[in-house]
């Protein structure tokens, strides 16, 4: 979830790294370091540790502290570390290990292109193994082969860019690593835009779908020997798109808020204005949206509001870490009179919340405009909706035109705005802010956003939606 700030700090905070300190990768030390700094400067702390389960928390750390000085490689730190964290149930927050020289590079390359691939898997008879071939997840295809140098990178297969619509990548580049557990499950190294990796685990649910858990799902699209409806709706349900159901049920996808640009979302939307308006319903669907920039989903909200609503005021931590990752690089010499009294203000702030808007508990946002206010909107959402995708959730749910199906969202929104802190071996990427000054007592962490009408994991949401808008809308006529 990405948020406005002050003029002030908007040039510099969200993207600010606190660079580390020259040290030995040591576990013991690498705990102690991620301890103190959870303990100072993540912005739900004092919320997840309270009076009532300190003495827990004290007794967890404690354990950990004690595998810590177990290790003996500090590849085996990081799961010491991870398990460490879980006692924060926190979406935003994050550990990842970059090696003893610092971040990891993600550069790595194994050049390739779909000529080449394509004679491979024929020579080398891949069409044994169900996972090697051509996949798909939004904007991205990679061909998955078995890792020409699986000694030395410790996995057994690799996925490799062939195509992206996003420019950081380039054909040949290693998007993910795979190692396989047991039967059709594998542990995978998923590397990100900014050169940190994620681990997570994958499975492949059936010969053309693979699920990386709390992640992504990607579609094989070659070979397909007979491509059937369910696997071109698979590969249509990763892509932004609109298209009409039945003639006559505008449907829109948007599955994450950061490849696309608002402008582009806007360019969509101008071009099926029309049918949006003459529609009895439109159906939204953020299933799997696991968030990004919620300027990114400001030209739906016209379709989707009623008229104003009301978001709350966010708040940042300004503990000291956090004061000096905001203002460390600032000389208050270059600063004018304006910008000086900021500095001093927020300065002031140590050890205390800045909360935007200041006694106010939120403001208030007005759409341009709002487009046939008596149609109706189903918004799909499931357990993988996090981050911005909630804050949509949230946001639309205030228009008396939505209805919301599916299950509950993920449950990561209450803390956001990551901040990065390395520690030798390790980057530390937690929460500085809090969505709102009410999160002790209705908080939306881990319990999600619930549906208006609950349903299974099972059950065609889509399909569903559909009909049960057609009968509200004939109940509310009759």
Not at 356 to 362: C, H, L, T, V, W
Not at 440 to 453: C, I, L, R, S, T
Request: charged share 25%; hydrophobic share 35%; aromatic share 14%.
């Amino acid at each position: 979830m990405k948020q406005f700030y002050p003029l002030f700090i908007l040039s510099f905070l969200l993207t600010f790294t606190i660079p580390s300190q020259a040290q030995d990768c040591n576990c013991t030390e690498a705990f102690e370091q991620t301890v103190q700094n959870y303990e100072s400067n993540y912005s739900l702390f004092h919320l997840k540790v309270t009076d009532k389960n300190r003495e827990i928390y004290k007794a967890h750390t404690v354990v950990y502290r004690n595998k810590a000085a177990e290790v003996q490689q500090i590849e085996d730190c990081l799961p010491v570390l991870q398990q460490w964290l879980t006692f924060f149930w926190d979406g935003h927050s994050r550990i990842e290990y970059t090696g003893a020289s610092g971040k990891e590079n993600r550069s790595e390359r194994i050049e390739m292109d779909r000529k080449k691939y394509h004679a491979d898997y024929k020579k080398k008879k891949y069409k044994k193994n169900d996972l090697l071939g051509i996949w798909k997840y939004s904007g991205y295809e990679v061909a998955i082969l078995p890792d020409p140098n699986n000694d030395a990178r410790k996995s057994d297969f690799v996925g490799i860019v062939l195509s992206s619509t996003n420019k950081n990548w380039k054909p040949g580049d290693v998007k993910f690593k795979l190692t396989h557990i047991y039967g059709n499950d594998y542990s995978s190294t998923h590397f990100m835009d900014d050169y940190s990796s994620k681990k997570v685990t994958g499975n492949m649910n059936s010969p053309h779908q693979l699920e990386f858990k709390n992640f992504n799902n990607w579609t094989k699209v070659w070979p397909v020997a007979d491509p059937t409806t369910t696997v071109k709706e698979e590969n249509l349900y990763s892509e932004f798109h609109f298209r009409m159901i039945d003639g006559e049920v505008p449907y829109l996808r948007l599955p994450n808020f950061y490849e696309k640009k608002p402008a582009f979302v806007d360019s969509l939307l101008k071009a099926h204005h029309d049918e949006l308006l003459q529609a009895e319903f439109i159906v939204v669907d953020v299933r799997d949206n696991n968030g990004g920039n919620d300027n990114v989903y400001y030209p739906v909200l016209p379709y989707l509001l009623t008229g104003p609503i009301q978001i709350p005021q966010a708040g940042l931590w300004m503990s000291e870490g956090n004061l000096e990752t905001v203002m460390n690089h600032i000389n208050p010499e270059d600063l004018n009179e304006e910008e000086k009294a900021q500095y001093d203000f927020f300065m002031s702030l140590k050890n205390s919340f800045y909360w935007y808007g200041n006694d106010e508990y939120a403001y208030t946002y007005t759409p341009k405009a709002v487009f046939a206010p008596n149609k109706k909107v189903a918004v799909l959402m499931n357990g993988k909706t996090a981050s911005s995708g909630e804050t949509f959730v949230y946001r639309v749910n205030q228009s008396d035109k939505v209805v919301l199906y599916g299950q509950n969202t993920a449950g990561v929104v209450d803390g956001f705005s990551q901040f990065t802190r390395s520690i030798g071996c390790f980057e530390l990427k937690y929460p500085s802010s809090l969505r709102s000054k009410d999160i002790a007592e209705h908080p939306v962490d881990p319990y999600g956003f619930a549906p208006d009408v609950y349903l299974s994991e099972e059950v065609d949401a889509l399909e569903f939606s559909i009909r049960h808008m057609r009968e509200l809308i004939k109940a509310q006529k009759d």
